[in-house]
Structure formats: structure tokens, C-alpha cells
């Protein structure tokens, strides 16, 4: 049976500080085993090539083989999956246009553990950074960690925050939720939620998320730059964009397992 499936769901943000900000919207997702991407094609889905949906290897990691790509880092950071199931949580391409804020990579060893989380960021300037924490959590519970941010997202935010992360790796229901922190105060600035319920991926049912979220990557980005012209317009402060960091990866830090 496939694993692969498709999440029918809700992204809501909530900025609270330096001003009040908050915004939801209705999204539909995927959750991809890199081991059948070459089994995904169908009616309405297929791998580097244009459909109504499609998922490109340009869009993961380095651009390249993602799961080479997957497997080097872990093991560049001592972590080994021997084979282990690896599967990616992302927005599809629609009609070949496509942006993902935030791709969610679970990493299992082949004993079933999970023994990694990698968050991977993409900004509006076409650069990506991702957070790696190594867990070796059971699906059922709540992963929680946190990553000192090093990577420039929104101009209305800076650097000197605190990503506090809280996951279950996905079943029937999808729940993630980031919480950023002033680093120094420890005071609260954002609470980004993703919920989401899953359907089997199937052509009826990717037919239906088309109908039912038209347009889901225009309403992504356009929904990011209209947020920040209402922020720009409560009088949120302005930071200029530094550079990437150097390193596609940085680690970050296990806290508890709830």
C-alpha cells in the first residue's frame, strides 16, 4: 500500500509582537515517501514534469537527488538510516508554479525509529536553509525541540529570535506548530500553526483539492506579500535581508518529548 497521501487542512499565523497580526488560510498538502516518487505518477500527480500537481527534485535539499541528498547530511551529522523510510511534507507545484514555505523532512532508521526531523525554510528571495534535529521519538508522541534562527524570512522579523518546534510525525492527522522568541527576552513574536487531516492520493481526490484549493501557490505567496504589506502598514519595523548562511544545514536542539 502506498504512503504517500495527500493533507486537507488550515495554516494560521499569529504575530505578536512588535504589533498584532493574525491570518489564516485553507491549504491542501502532500506527505511523499522518496521511495515511491517514481510510483507517483497519475491522472493529476507526476515527478519533474508538469501536471496539474507535480513535486520537482529541484524544490528539495540541494536541488539534486533527494534522498542522496537526505542521506549525506544525516550522515555528515552522524546519523545513520541504513535504508530507513524517509517521507517529505510539502505544497505541491500547481500547473508548474509552486512555493513552500516550509518542507518538513521525517527520517526513520530501519528499525522504524524515527531518528530525525529536518526542517527545511525557503524565503521569497529563492533561498533555502534547513534545521536538523536528531530524535529518536515513537510516532505517537509530540517532538519538541528549538534552533536559534539564522536565516532571513521576513523582512519585518530579524535574526535574533528562537524557533521553539512541536511535532508528531504524521498519521491520519498532521499538527505542527513553531513558536519564535525574542533570544534575549525570551517575549513571544510569532505562532505559525499547520493542522491538517489526510485523504488517500488518489486522482478523485487531488481532483477535488484542485476545485477546492484553486490556485494554492498563488494564494501561498500572494497571501506572504499581502501580510506584509498589512504589516508594513501597521508600522511593523523594517530589516534588511543579510546574507544566507553558509551552511545549507545547521543543527538544533532537543528538548523534551512529550
Known sequence: ?????LYLGQVMHHRLAPVGHRFTYRVASLL???DELNALGSRWLSHNRANLFSIHDRDLGDGADPRRWIDGELARHGIRLDGGRVTVHLFPRVLGFGFTP???WFCR????????????????????HAYLVHT???????????????????????LGGTYDFAVRAPDEILAL???????A???????????????????AALLRAALAYPLLPLKILGGIHWEALRLWLKGAPFHRKPPPPE?????????DVL
Open 102 to 104: 516550509l518542507t518538513t
Open 177 to 183: 506548530s513553531i513558536r519564535e522568541r525574542d533570544r
Open 32 to 34: 511523499v515517501d522518496l
Open 136 to 158: 529518536e521519538a515513537d510516532q505517537r508522541r509530540t517532538l519538541r525541540h528549538s534552533a536559534d534562527k539564522c536565516f532571513h524570512v521576513s523582512p519585518f522579523i530579524g
Open 247 to 255: 551552511a545549507l544545514v545547521s543543527l538544533a536542539d532537543k528538548r
Open 185 to 203: 527576552t525570551g517575549r513571544p513574536i510569532l505562532i505559525a500553526t499547520h493542522t491538517a487531516r489526510r485523504a488517500p492520493l488518489t486522482d
Open 1 to 5: 500500500m502506498m504512503r504517500s497521501c
Open 109 to 128: 532508521d530501519a528499525a522504524g525509529r524515527l531518528a530525525a526531523v529536518l526542517y527545511e525554510v525557503h524565503n521569497t528571495f529563492g533561498e533555502r
